[in-house]
């Protein structure tokens, strides 16, 4: 595809479930960021990916947050035994040079 | 640390000039980008300063100052679409990774 691609567009899960969402990059993307974005708030920043580099996990809030980026292409971040405070747009975004091109993310309610 | 700061809202009257400041505290620092948000939807990129100096694209303009760790995006002629959030954002370079790292936004409230 010409863009990047998150699925899915919204989940509503129970409290307690774990969630995957996915995040497809533009091809050829060889950084992956995945932000957090709470209503009315600014980008909360969670994982970077770089390559085969390790990557940066310096935002995750707490270790009920994982991801994964399989062959430097596709990129799952999975939400262990959801919270309420976890309901918030999961934004995908990647990047060859200087400009980062975002997914249209993932809503996440947690019920 | 990587730190970026920028007012958290900007109100202004349709058809006048706004500026968004953004100011930068980072080490391996490449350049300033500025992203537009509108409600609803995902941030787009909206220009990048490598260099010291104004960039114009019709009616944005994005300013960077290298010396000053300061730089500005400068909107002409508001129009009520230009309602949105518009978020700094800064390309450093880590351990040999280039890393985009981006501030918490400006709301910019466009009165008719």
């Known amino acids: 595809g010409a863009g990047v691609s998150q699925s899915p567009s919204n989940k509503v899960t129970e409290k307690g479930k774990d969630v995957e969402l996915r995040c497809d990059p533009i091809?050829?993307?060889?950084?992956l960021y995945w932000y957090r974005q709470s209503l009315g708030q600014g980008l909360e920043f969670l994982i970077y990916f770089q390559g085969n580099s390790a990557p940066d996990k310096s935002g995750l809030p707490s270790d009920r947050f994982s991801a994964e980026r399989t062959g430097g292409s596709v990129s799952t971040l999975t939400i262990q035994r959801t919270q309420q405070e976890d309901s918030a747009v999961y934004l995908c975004?990647?990047?060859?040079?200087?400009?980062?091109?975002f997914g249209q993310g993932t809503r996440l309610t947690v019920v | 640390g990587q730190s970026l700061e920028q007012p958290s809202e900007v109100t202004a009257v349709e058809g006048a000039i706004v500026q968004i400041n953004c100011t930068y505290q980072?080490?391996?620092?490449?350049?300033l980008s500025w992203y537009q948000q509108h409600d609803g939807g995902a941030p787009t990129f909206l220009s990048y300063n490598a260099l010291d100096g104004l960039e114009e694209t019709g009616r944005f303009s994005s300013f960077l100052s290298r010396s000053d760790s300061y730089g500005y995006l400068l909107l002409q002629e508001l129009q009520m679409k230009d309602s949105a959030s518009y978020f700094c954002?800064?390309?450093?370079?880590?351990?040999?990774?280039?890393?985009?790292?981006f501030g918490k936004g400006t709301r910019l409230h466009i009165l008719p």
């Open positions: 954002a800064v390309k450093v370079s880590l351990n040999r990774d280039d890393k985009i790292i």
């Open positions: 091809s050829g993307h060889t950084a």
């Open positions: 975004a990647s990047s060859l040079r200087t400009e980062a091109f």
């Open positions: 980072t080490s391996g620092f490449y350049g």
